[in-house]
């Protein structure tokens, strides 16, 4: 059999390639997957849950730890081995910081801007190139964010005979597969109008990229949030320059971009604001403190919309990009008499996986939420049966879930699977196959 072996340039080149009919095509692929992961059986589905072992993470030197996610499909059999560097993690007795600490940490940072045309809170993209920021600003105990996350290593199929078919780079793949993922609600909400992304990584760029390919023509403002200003320029001057993105740029006259970054005297205003504004939030960052304070979605003010905001940047029980308060009134009864008019809840988190984002998910972990407070995104597709489940909390079925997906406060969890890495794995050899990319080895 011949070996397919595909390099990040590949992936990159048949990725960039796809289509919005594409990008659906993978996304129902990846959405079966996980909902024979949720509800398969052994005798039903090489997808299901018992197929899929839990990842094992070994620490090893300069902060760094790598990964073995083994899974398994109905047709293939695999392994990612990815190396990260990992956020440093708090000592045990630091107890997470208040709402006044945030904002004291990020009002009292500095730094100095050097220009011809000193950048204003959110400067215009055709400025950018003239700007040079020397900044002063203190870091949290996360990565500081001019630093890449990016995995390191590779995903080998096998199929379910035991025959390698396939070896593919991991950086992109994994970033792609988590914003496909990430994504899945995404399509199905009402208004999409305004999106918030904290980040300025590989993940970032995969969640605007196919924000853009799905909902492009309704979206007119993309507000990126970044520890550090100028990786986050530079992601700006991928998407303003880069010819794989000017079909997007060109197809929506509407649309704009702006960066913010805390090296701006204004960043708590903005942060506060672009929260507020936004109908999806995309939290893209290894961070081990909140993105921002609770106050900005749980109060009365900050209730009023309906949002979607997925997490997918931390992964490790120390880590957290959301403040456990928000996932618990997420999660709090609904008070049927209530003095204030906010956006409908669920009454859940939707998780990738219940077992680990329990085990693995700060944010989780740090709200105390029991397993009856989450339900895994694979149940949520097949809405009818996902329905019962919302008639057992004394919802209303089917139409309530379907508003609230649409249009109420969703908040989605991702620590990420093996099985989402096999399922577009095995996509992504099909397509280089028929579009000749990458390297044959045959008779491997």
Same mark, same amino acid.
């Given at each position: 059999m011949p070996l397919t072996i595909l390099s990040d340039s590949d992936i990159n080149s048949i990725l960039y390639a796809l289509n919005r009919d594409d990008v659906l095509g993978l996304q129902n692929n990846l959405a079966e997957a996980l909902h024979e992961y949720s509800t398969g059986t052994q005798e039903t589905t090489g997808c299901c849950q018992s197929n899929q072992p839990q990842r094992i993470a070994i620490p090893a030197s300069n902060? @760094?730890?790598?990964?073995?996610?083994?899974?398994? !499909? %109905? !047709?293939?059999? /695999? $392994?990612?081995?990815? *190396?990260?560097?990992?956020?440093?993690?708090?000592?045990?007795?630091? #107890?997470?910081?208040? $709402?006044?600490?945030?904002? %004291?940490?990020? %009002? *009292?940072? &500095? %730094?100095?801007?050097? #220009? #011809?045309?000193?950048?204003?809170?959110? !400067?215009?993209i055709s400025q950018m190139s003239s700007i040079s920021i020397s900044s002063s600003t203190k870091t949290d105990p996360s990565i500081t964010s001019s630093q890449s996350t990016s995995p390191i290593g590779s995903?080998? +199929? +096998? !199929?379910?005979? &035991?025959?390698?078919?396939?070896?593919l780079a991991a950086s992109t793949l994994t970033a792609f597969r988590t914003a496909l993922a990430s994504t899945t609600i995404f399509t199905r909400r009402t208004?999409?109008?305004?999106?918030?992304?904290? &980040?300025?990584? *590989? @993940?970032?760029?995969?969640?605007?990229? +196919?924000? +853009?390919?799905?909902? /492009?023509?309704?979206? =007119? =403002?993309?507000?990126?949030i970044n520890r550090n200003f100028e990786r986050a320029r530079k992601l700006m001057e991928t998407i303003y320059t880069s010819h794989e993105w000017e079909h997007l740029r060109k197809s929506n006259s509407k649309l704009d971009f702006s960066i913010v970054s805390n090296e701006y005297g204004e960043y708590n205003r903005l942060l506060k604001e672009h929260?507020?504004?936004?109908?999806?939030?995309f939290c893209c960052t290894p961070s081990t403190t909140p993105l921002f304070p609770a106050e900005y979605l749980t109060s009365a003010e900050g209730r009023k919309k309906g949002r979607y905001v997925s997490a997918i940047g931390s992964y490790r029980h120390h880590m957290i990009e959301l403040h456990p308060e928000i996932l618990r009134q997420a999660v709090a009864p609904e008070h049927k008499h209530h003095h204030h008019k906010h956006a409908e809840r669920g009454g859940v988190i939707v998780v990738d996986s219940l077992e680990a984002c329990l085990k693995e998910a700060g944010e989780v972990k740090q709200a105390g939420l029991s397993p009856e407070q989450l339900v895994e995104i694979g149940e949520l597709l097949m809405v009818k049966k996902a329905s019962m489940k919302e008639i057992e909390r004394g919802g209303e079925g089917e139409v309530g879930l379907k508003r609230w997906l649409q249009a109420g406060n969703v908040i989605y969890k991702s620590v990420g699977l093996g099985l989402m890495d096999i399922c577009v794995g095995e996509d992504l050899v099909m397509l280089a196959r028929e579009r000749g990319l990458g390297t044959t080895v045959e008779g491997f």
């Open positions: 902060n @760094q730890t790598t990964l073995f996610m083994p899974a398994s !499909t %109905s !047709t293939s059999r /695999g $392994i990612k081995i990815a *190396t990260l560097t990992t956020s440093l993690e708090p000592p045990r007795n630091d #107890s997470l910081p208040s $709402i006044a600490s945030i904002r %004291s940490n990020t %009002s *009292t940072s &500095g %730094s100095s801007i050097s #220009s #011809s045309n000193a950048p204003t809170p959110e !400067t215009p995903l080998t +199929l +096998l !199929t379910s005979a &035991g025959t390698p078919y396939a070896f208004n999409v109008h305004t999106i918030c992304v904290f &980040g300025a990584g *590989t @993940q970032a760029l995969w969640h605007i990229r +196919l924000a +853009l390919l799905l909902r /492009g023509s309704e979206i =007119h =403002h993309v507000h990126v929260v507020r504004k936004a109908d999806a939030i």
